[in-house]
């Protein structure tokens, strides 16, 4: 059973695919009535770009898409004539920005006039969400009325409106599932565990077996080896991981042991759209790759933060701000004559300071039953709820 649910906030609108009641897929856009403002190079939206330089070395051109990045063109007999400095052009995502490297493009023509920016169409946030990743599932479930006439008027036929009183991240356990795709260890159901380490060229995930020693049974061996096969394709698939994967599993030694091993990797491998070039190496390390569709969450929600004598990572404040608003408004979804209290550092302060459509939002939806409290010892990037 595939479910995708639509959670459509005053700040962000927010999907995820359920199979068989856990999160395999999540997806992250802004909310509905602010799709004309996002102009994040997603995979699949077109630009206008503008040429910047053209590396005869590389045969690539470097296009301004207008976000500040320079963008990645490789030339073709078929559209070098077009690219020369200072044209503009109208070009297709084929993989977003990442770290360092700037978006992946794909050429459709010539323009004649304008400036470097995301063209038209601009779709319903909740639209794009479905099509994106709800392509296959059974059943659409979403928290919105206009956004559910938009579902249907698109062809989704089984989209249905959910008027739970709790959110739906909430109540299908995806906002759970999100708090942890951020944490380096996760445990697995039949004992062991995956640390996952994503870098900058690869992914590494090594499984670490616990207390397993060469003595134990190979059965046991066996079954943590299936459950970390299983995890670890659900891991890369929610947090959207891409490029070079590699994976350590444990030393199965019979060789019956190992061939069922491999057919269930085959199985579970078939779940991540894209992925290919498969191979065990001769030190018994699994590597593939899978395409760069989306930013991983790492890369989306987080930047760098300095620290001695590793640099860590923090959550942007953006993030932080559209966080803090979701948790506030699931509170005054869920409990419909209480007043919320939000308190807030100063970082979040600032960026609802330049967002207030995102209150105002907030306000038409649940009336004026909240307040926003500034408290330096939050931080940039902390909040909390209290009840006033």
Same mark, same amino acid.
């Given at each position: 059973?595939? /479910?995708?649910?639509?959670?459509?906030?005053?700040?962000?609108?927010?999907?995820?695919? #359920?199979?068989?009641?856990?999160?395999?897929?999540?997806?992250?856009?802004? !909310?509905?009535?602010?799709?004309?403002?996002?102009?994040?190079?997603?995979?699949?939206?077109?630009?206008?770009?503008?040429?910047?330089?053209?590396?005869?070395?590389?045969?690539?051109?470097?296009?301004?898409?207008?976000?500040?990045?320079?963008?990645?063109?490789?030339?073709?007999?078929?559209?070098?004539?077009?690219?020369?400095?200072?044209?503009?052009?109208?070009?297709?995502?084929?993989?977003?920005?990442?770290?360092?490297?700037?978006?992946?493009?794909?050429?459709?023509?010539?323009?004649?006039?304008?400036?470097?920016?995301?063209?038209?169409?601009?779709?319903?946030?909740?639209?794009?969400?479905?099509?994106?990743?709800?392509?296959?599932?059974?059943?659409?479930?979403?928290?919105?009325?206009?956004?559910?006439?938009?579902?249907?008027?698109?062809?989704?036929?089984?989209?249905?409106?959910?008027?739970? *009183?709790?959110? #739906?991240?909430?109540?299908?356990?995806?906002?759970?599932?999100?708090? %942890?795709?951020?944490?380096?260890?996760?445990?697995?159901?039949?004992?062991?565990?995956?640390?996952?380490?994503?870098?900058?060229?690869?992914? %590494?995930?090594?499984?670490?077996?616990?207390?397993?020693?060469?003595?134990? *049974?190979?059965?046991?061996?066996?079954?943590? !080896?299936? %459950? @970390?096969?299983?995890?670890?394709?659900?891991?890369?698939?929610?947090?959207?991981?891409?490029?070079?994967?590699?994976?350590?599993?444990?030393?199965?030694?019979?060789?019956?042991?190992?061939?069922?091993?491999? @057919?269930?990797?085959?199985?579970?491998?078939?779940?991540?759209?894209? @992925?290919?070039?498969?191979?065990?190496?001769?030190?018994?390390?699994?590597?593939?790759? !899978?395409?760069?569709?989306? #930013?991983?969450?790492?890369? /989306?929600?987080?930047?760098?933060?300095?620290?001695?004598?590793?640099?860590?990572?923090?959550?942007?404040?953006? %993030?932080?701000?559209?966080? !803090?608003?979701?948790?506030?408004?699931?509170?005054?979804?869920?409990?419909?004559?209480?007043?919320?209290?939000?308190?807030?550092?100063?970082?979040?302060?600032?960026?609802?300071?330049?967002?207030?459509?995102?209150?105002?939002?907030?306000?038409?939806?649940?009336?004026?039953?909240?307040?926003?409290?500034?408290?330096?010892?939050?931080?940039?990037?902390?909040?909390?709820? @209290?009840?006033?």
């Amino acid at each position: 059973m595939k /479910r995708l649910i639509i959670e459509c906030g005053v700040a962000e609108t927010r999907a995820a695919l #359920l199979v068989d009641d856990q999160v395999w897929k999540f997806w992250f856009g802004p !909310a509905r009535g602010d799709e004309t403002s996002d102009s994040f190079p997603r995979a699949g939206r077109r630009f206008a770009g503008r040429v910047k330089a053209v590396d005869k070395g590389l045969n690539a051109a470097f296009v301004d898409l207008g976000d500040g990045r320079d963008a990645f063109l490789a030339l073709k007999k078929s559209n070098e004539d077009h690219c020369v400095d200072g044209a503009l052009i109208e070009v297709e995502i084929k993989a977003p920005p990442r770290q360092s490297k700037g978006a992946a493009l794909k050429f459709i023509g010539a323009l004649k006039e304008g400036e470097p920016g995301r063209l038209p169409q601009f779709q319903d946030a909740a639209v794009e969400a479905a099509e994106t990743i709800g392509g296959e599932a059974d059943e659409i479930l979403i928290d919105n009325g206009g956004a559910l006439r938009a579902l249907h008027a698109a062809g989704f036929d089984n989209a249905r409106h959910e008027t739970h *009183p709790v959110a #739906l991240f909430q109540k299908h356990g995806a906002d759970q599932e999100f708090d %942890a795709a951020f944490d380096r260890i996760v445990p697995l159901p039949r004992g062991g565990r995956l640390i996952i380490d994503e870098a900058h060229a690869l992914t %590494a995930i090594d499984v670490d077996t616990g207390g397993l020693t060469a003595s134990s *049974p190979a059965r046991l061996r066996e079954k943590i !080896a299936f %459950a @970390a096969a299983e995890e670890a394709m659900r891991q890369v698939s929610l947090r959207n991981i891409g490029g070079h994967i590699v994976i350590d599993f444990p030393d199965i030694p019979s060789d019956a042991g190992r061939k069922r091993f491999q @057919a269930h990797l085959k199985k579970v491998m078939s779940k991540l759209d894209g @992925a290919g070039a498969a191979s065990f190496s001769r030190s018994n390390l699994y590597s593939f790759t !899978a395409p760069h569709h989306a #930013l991983s969450l790492l890369d /989306r929600f987080t930047e760098k933060a300095h620290a001695v004598p590793i640099a860590g990572r923090r959550f942007t404040q953006e %993030a932080a701000a559209k966080m !803090a608003l979701a948790a506030l408004e699931g509170r005054l979804r869920s409990e419909p004559s209480v007043r919320v209290a939000l308190t807030v550092g100063a970082g979040i302060k600032a960026c609802l300071a330049e967002n207030e459509k995102w209150l105002h939002r907030l306000t038409d939806r649940h009336g004026p039953r909240f307040e926003i409290v500034t408290d330096g010892k939050y931080g940039d990037r902390n909040f909390d709820l @209290a009840e006033q």
